[in-house]
């Protein structure tokens, strides 16, 4: 059997400010087959590499004084937030903000040095990587909120395309994949585009926030039937999974005291539908792994290797290759 993927999440974000050039810059160094990334939009249509609307956790967005007067509250795919959203500045104003790591126990030397990448500037690192050393180097790119940026008048999926089409990425041989947590999006990918996409699958009672705003009544656990997996083929080829949707646990916290319950068949059910399985996210400290590992990472790795997985998309990719060889 293959190698699965070695999916380096936002970079190798357990090391260096998640979604910076010094994050995908070390995801590299470290033997990442893939690089991940998150995609939000500025309000003049530049898709940037960022995980929330809101961008006060990861940037210093809160101490430019300047920017004091556009924080705000608003409510994102059911969810209130308070702070600074990325669809009120520009791209050139973001090009002002430095990155800031979110996790308090994590490295925080880079803090307020690095700047916000564009998808333009990680498609150059990609291209730049692959002409070195790297021809097959996967991107693998996650369209975030879909639905609440439409509302606002961003449709990050013909961005994307409009991206993809001025730089030439979609029409070469470059690998590349693009995900969501919403069904619609990818659809709309299937119908225009031969790029390969992941249906992404969240907590089984949670709703996809587009089946939401159509009253769609399903929730991913209608996703996960193998009824579910044959549609989902239908328009992707693979799926891009929690991983307690494939190793349960008795709670859903992620301290170390979590206990897991026998894996489920949803890697095996997703395979007999002709789909590729991703599970996130892999972290090695101590307070994301199960007591199960006994702080062995090598122990998680190794477990849904075991099972089956094809990609692993993981904050420390050096972790992953030790363990997976």
């Not at 800031?100 to 880079?110: G, K, Q, T, V, W």
């Not at 050096?318 to 997976?324: C, E, G, Q, R, V």
């Amino acid at each position: 059997m293959n190698r699965p993927l070695v999916i380096g999440h936002r970079g190798a974000c357990g090391y260096r400010p998640e979604h910076t050039r010094a994050s995908f810059e070390m995801a590299l160094e470290m033997g990442a087959d893939a690089l991940e990334t998150d995609l939000v939009p500025t309000r003049d249509g530049v898709l940037i590499c960022r995980h929330d609307a809101e961008l006060s956790l990861t940037t210093d967005v809160p101490s430019r004084l300047q920017f004091a007067e556009r924080r705000t509250t608003k409510v994102v795919d059911g969810a209130a937030f308070d702070g600074w959203f990325v669809e009120d500045f520009t791209w050139e104003e973001i090009q002002t903000l430095r990155c800031r790591e979110r996790l308090s126990f994590r490295d925080h030397r880079f803090d307020d040095q690095l700047p916000i990448m564009s998808l333009y500037e990680l498609l150059q690192l990609a291209a730049e990587a692959r002409a070195q050393s790297r021809p097959d180097l996967l991107l693998v790119l996650e369209l975030k909120h879909p639905t609440y940026f439409a509302a606002a008048g961003l449709d990050v999926d013909q961005l994307l395309m409009h991206t993809l089409e001025s730089t030439g990425a979609v029409t070469d041989q470059s690998p590349m994949i693009v995900e969501s947590f919403d069904v619609s999006i990818l659809r709309r990918m299937r119908e225009r585009s031969s790029v390969r996409l992941i249906q992404l699958l969240d907590r089984a009672d949670w709703r996809p926030f587009d089946f939401q705003a159509s009253d769609d009544p399903r929730t991913y656990v209608d996703l996960m039937t193998p009824n579910g997996l044959q549609e989902i083929a239908s328009y992707a080829d693979a799926i891009g999974a929690w991983k307690r949707l494939i190793v349960p646990a008795r709670t859903e916290s992620t301290a170390a005291d979590v206990r897991l319950d026998a894996p489920t068949s949803l890697i095996d059910d997703a395979h007999a539908a002709g789909l590729d399985v991703h599970a996130w996210t892999f972290r090695s400290e101590p307070q994301f792994l199960a007591a199960d590992y006994n702080g062995d990472a090598a122990a998680e790795y190794e477990q849904f290797r075991g099972l089956g997985l094809d990609g692993f998309i993981t904050d420390s990719p050096d972790d992953a290759h030790a363990a997976l060889g």
